[in-house]
């Protein structure tokens, strides 16, 4: 069972819209603790696609945003492409627990 | 752009020892605000925090595994390791190295299968 929880799987048609939540606590996203999202392909390690809630690193395009309201924060993909499938965590601070927690992971296809 | 290497055996007995170790290339581990990471992957499952060491020695680790966890700084070979005793085959999962700014893993190596198994 993850601290955060996720949405077990998400699916959009390629240039549709999809929206990933990952909902917390008053200990972690509640508390004002930055969220970070991963994108992970089978058998590689996962890449930061989100961090402090709403930046992309230079690499990933403007299609990928974040947001965060109260003990809950989402990641929308616009116009989605092929190669955006794959699995997405959320990431945070948990200041119970005084360390990182994650979300459970959510798939996404892409039809 | 700093890279991270995992190195160690990929299979350990039960009730032993999993020692792993992260070579760090790119930048040196003792300098700047990060946090040198540990993270996991049980098959089919989600990341795992192990826990993380600062470039003072300071260690945080997962409430759940912190009896068994140890994670040091080698700053002589840039490299820093982590240390899991009494392992199960619930420990059988891909280990991840990563480099933590705060808290955002910006850095990670490409991870090594660690089967626990007689």
């Known amino acids: 069972q993850s601290v955060l929880t996720q949405p077990p799987s998400v699916s959009g048609a390629p240039g549709q819209r999809v929206t990933i939540s990952c909902t917390g606590t008053t200990s972690n996203i509640g508390a004002g603790f930055d969220v970070h999202w991963y994108h992970q392909l089978p058998g590689t390690a996962p890449r930061l696609v989100i961090y402090?809630?709403?930046n992309r690193p230079s690499r990933v395009p403007d299609r990928f945003s974040g947001s965060k309201s109260g003990t809950s924060a989402s990641l929308t993909i616009t116009g989605l492409q092929p190669e955006d499938e794959g699995d997405y965590y959320c990431?945070?601070?948990?200041?119970?627990?005084?360390?990182?927690?994650f979300g459970g992971g959510t798939k996404l296809t892409v039809l | 752009q700093v890279q991270l290497q995992e190195s160690g055996p990929g299979l350990v007995k039960p009730s032993q020892t999993l020692s792993l170790t992260c070579s760090v290339s790119g930048g040196s581990i003792s300098s700047g605000s990060y946090y040198w990471s540990w993270i996991r992957q049980r098959p089919g499952r989600g990341l795992e925090w192990i826990g993380y060491i600062y470039n003072n020695g300071n260690t945080y680790y997962n409430s759940s595994l912190k009896s068994r966890v140890d994670i040091s700084l080698d700053t002589s070979k840039n490299q820093f390791s982590l240390k899991l005793t009494s392992v199960t085959t619930a420990d059988t999962a891909v280990y991840y190295c990563a480099r933590a700014a705060t808290v955002l893993l910006d850095s990670w190596g490409q991870g090594t299968l660690v089967t626990v198994s007689s």
């Open positions: 990431h945070s601070h948990d200041s119970g627990l005084r360390g990182s927690v």
């Open positions: 402090a809630t709403n």
